[in-house]
Structure formats: structure tokens, C-alpha cells
């Protein structure tokens, strides 16, 4: 086991790095059993003991920077529909998407996530005019002299859990959480924190509705095995990829992604040109979080943590994606077998149009590679729906999807116990 120093504050914490024999001891290495895929029973105890209970990431604090501005977030695996609001104090808070009057959605929502913002602080319930501000207080109710019996007070919006880490806003349904978002993150937390995540504000959002369980979605995200042949259209001189770095983080997990290639077509060395001689978009090896990639290397793709049991962070720095800061996927499950995928990638902002240009055809070579990974997931799922197999046999590099399974199991084990 080698070992890397992050420096947190004035003490510093020695956070592990697991060689591959290490990590078959810990992990194991026999099959996997596709019954916490295919059974439906699995799914239900997934929404009533790990999404109503664990911090899930919902928003960027970017994307609610002003007072007043606010996000809804519809969460169909917790039944519910989510407010997040930066109020008048700048302090952003999270609530249930529920009028206390009579239940009705206080901002309508058709898409899975709506952007708006409030100039005075409030949102006005449609249905009959109750208003509330942005840090969820009933401010007005209509023809209130005609309620016998009303206590304003005790009738603000219900509100949930919520804290922020390095920009990203976690929610928790649970009303006391066992554990804070800092307690829960852990050493994912600290030694991927100080990366300046919040400057590449410049989103590119993708999302589809696949029809399969999540964590079929999940774990085609998770690994590399896959990369020589599924992209061997998108990148088509990718020279072999290596998965190094093995980070077990409690529930969460991280690995380091080398490889080569990424760069061979004409026209996106052309655009890494571009890119690369801005100081603003060229690789910064040197903002990376203390540990990674601590050898150096001129391949390193990117580091792939996951946190549990949903997000994945792919932390680029702009090394071998130009101008790329980073890039996330998140699996929401609709049902046992419906999943909608997120996918953003992030970078800083364009200084003029030849820079806009470079980032969109960065983004359009993600879309592509993106299309290749979300054309396998509902043939998965439809074999394993099948019966024709019970198990999955797991390589080294697949590191990352059994040491999710082993979390899925011991954390719904540990619970119902």
C-alpha cells in the first residue's frame, strides 16, 4: 500500500492507495450476483434506505448565485419534487415542492430540473396565491381572515436537509441525518476539496431516459474495460487505457484513468492549439487536489471518484481533454427499470468566439463518446432481465463497480440490521 500526504489545514492526513492485489483481498474476486439489478425488491429497499437517507448532489451554487435565483429538482426515486433557493441572506436552502395549503406544487415543474429566479424573494403558490419567500417562511395567505383556525408560523415550506461542498449542494431526506455532509464525505471529502471547481461555470448539459435500472447506467460509467471497444469510433487512436490509484474513501471510491490517443485527430489537435496557448484554458496539473496523479505523468486522463450512490466526478484539469476542467454523471432512478442520465461537462469560460468554438467541439467529442456508452445500457439490462445469466464476472479494472456492489450490500445490511 503507497501512501500520499494531503495536507488539510496544519495537520496532515495520510490517505491510502491500494495496489491491485490489495484491492482483489479487500473487494474479493468472485462473481457478482445480477439479483441487485434484476429484482425489484432491491430497488425498493434502494429508495427507502439509501436515497431517503444518504446526501444526494441536487445542484452547483453556481447555478443559484444570486438572492432570489432557484432551481427545481424533480426526484422521482424519493417521490419527490425539490426547491433549492439562495434567499435574501445569500444562504441556500432546500425544500419540498409542496404548498402547505392544500399540497399543490408551489413552482410547476414539466422538465426534471427548472431554472428560475424570484426579484422579490418569493414564489406565489398558482393555485391560490400563497406566497412564500425564498427562505421558505409563508409570507401571504389570501382571504385569511376567513381561516377559523390558521397558524402562519408553523405553515412555511417543509424543508430539507441541505449543506454544500466545494460548490456542489448536497440534500439528505432524512430529518436527522446520522451523519453531516462532512462526516458522510469523509476523506473523499478532503482529498478532493481545493480544486477550483466553481470557476468553470460554462455547463454543456446532456440527459436521456434509458430504459434500465440505474446501476446498470451507473457502472458502464465506472470502469474503462470498455474504452478499445465501444469508442473505437469516437476516438479512433486511443493507444490502451490504465486504471492505477485504487482509493477505497468508506462508501465512496476513486481511481486514476492513463491512457493515450486522445488527441490524434487533425481537427481536435487543431482546437488544443487554440486552447492549450490561453492561459486560462491550458492544462493546470497544478490545481489538481494534493495525490493526484502523483507521479506526474504527461498521460494522465483523468481521476474518476465516485461518490456514493449516485455521482461521479471525472476530474480532467484540462490534461488530456483541452480545456476541459471536469466532468460529471449522475444515474437517477425512475423506477426499477428506468433511469435518467445526466452527463455535464464543465469548463472555464470562453474569452472570445475561436475559444467558444474549441470547447464546443471538445463537448460534441464527449457527446459522441457519450452516445457510444448509453447505446449498451438497455441491451444489458434487457439480458440480464433474461435469466440467461446470474452473474457478473468483474477484471481489476472494473474496481469501481464491485466495490459499489460491496457498498450497496453492506450499507443495506448494515441498515436494516
Known sequence: ??????????????????????????????????????????????????????????????????????????????????????????????????????????????EFETFGHSRANVMTCRFHGWVFGTNGDLRSVPMKEEFAEIDTKCLSLREIQCDVWEGFVFINFDKKPEQSLKEYLGGFGEL??????????????????????????????????????????????????????????????????????????????????????AETHKP????????????????????????????????ASGCGYPGLSYFTHQFWPLGHGKTLWEGINYFKPAQNAAEDIAQRHVNALHRNAWLEDTATMEDTFFGIMSGAIDEMHLMDREFLIRHGVETLNRYLSEVEA
Not at 446498470?216 to 474504452?227: D, I, K, M, P, Q
Not at 478499445?228 to 479512433?236: F, K, V, Y
Not at 496539473?285 to 449516485?310: A, H, K
Open 284 to 315: 493546470h496539473p497544478e490545481q489538481l487536489p494534493s495525490g493526484i496523479n502523483p507521479g506526474g505523468r504527461s498521460d494522465f486522463q483523468f481521476e474518476l471518484p465516485s461518490v456514493f450512490p449516485n455521482f461521479i466526478i471525472h476530474l
Open 192 to 277: 478532493f476539496a481545493g480544486y477550483p471547481y466553481a470557476e468553470s461555470t460554462t455547463a454543456y448539459r446532456y440527459s436521456t431516459v434509458l430504459d434500465c435500472n440505474w446501476k446498470v447506467a451507473l457502472y458502464a460509467f465506472s470502469e474503462g474495460y470498455h474504452v478499445p471497444t465501444i469508442h473505437a469510433g469516437s476516438l479512433p487512436g486511443f493507444s490502451g487505457i490504465e486504471h492505477t490509484n485504487y482509493r477505497i474513501l468508506g462508501p465512496h471510491a476513486s481511481s486514476a484513468i492513463y491512457g493515450g490517443g486522445m488527441d490524434t485527430a487533425d481537427s481536435t489537435q487543431k482546437f488544443a492549439t487554440l486552447l492549450h496557448g
Open 1 to 110: 500500500m503507497k501512501t500520499v500526504q494531503d495536507l488539510q489545514g496544519s495537520s496532515k492526513r495520510v490517505l491510502p492507495i491500494h495496489s491491485t492485489e490489495e484491492i482483489r483481498q479487500m473487494l474479493g474476486t468472485k462473481p457478482v450476483n445480477l439479483d441487485i439489478i434484476r429484482d425489484p425488491a432491491v430497488y425498493r429497499q434502494e429508495q427507502e434506505k439509501i436515497f431517503r437517507k444518504t446526501w444526494l448532489k441536487v445542484a452547483t451554487t453556481w447555478e443559484v448565485a444570486n438572492p432570489g435565483d432557484w432551481k427545481v429538482k424533480e426526484l422521482a426515486v424519493c417521490d419527490a419534487s425539490v426547491i433549492i433557493a439562495r434567499g435574501k441572506d445569500g444562504v441556500i436552502r432546500a425544500f419540498h415542492n409542496v404548498c402547505t395549503h392544500r399540497g399543490n406544487k408551489v413552482i410547476p415543474t414539466t
